[in-house]
Nanobody, 115 residues
Framework: GQLVESGGGLVQPGGSLRLSCAAS????????MSWYRQAPGKERELVAR????????EHADSVKGRFTISRDNAKNTVYLQMNSLKPDDTAMYYC?????????WGQGTQVTVSL
């Protein structure tokens, strides 16, 4: 399986970005999907996750009300809409797929929130 993230970049505080993660070479609709992030010197942390059908979502307290995870199984893509970005959101953002014992990671996309 393969996951390719896109949509990262440099944005000012208060701005928005939408990350995308395109999946291939596995049955996307079977897999629960998540977004993680890792800032320099910090551990990787879960940002949000979504069930295989998209009916159940969960967001970390630090992003609740600002970020929204969604997916389009017809396009084999999961999204992370990020609004009201803060400097503390600066990190490498990773896409993660899991179905039973099978997992895949993307290569990451950098998000930098700064003036």
């Amino acid at each position: 399986g393969q996951l390719v993230e896109s949509g990262g970049g440099l944005v000012q505080p208060g701005g928005s970005l939408r990350l995308s993660c395109a999946a291939s070479k596995f049955i996307f609709s079977d897999f629960a999907m998540s977004w993680y992030r890792q800032a320099p010197g910090k551990e990787r942390e879960l940002v949000a996750r979504i069930s295989s059908a998209g009916s159940i979502t969960e967001h970390a307290d630090s992003v609740k009300g600002r970020f929204t995870i969604s997916r389009d199984n017809a396009k084999n893509t999961v999204y992370l809409q990020m609004n009201s970005l803060k400097p503390d959101d600066t990190a490498m953002y990773y896409c993660f797929a899991r179905y039973r014992g099978t997992t895949y990671w993307g290569q990451g996309t950098q998000v930098t929130v700064s003036l």
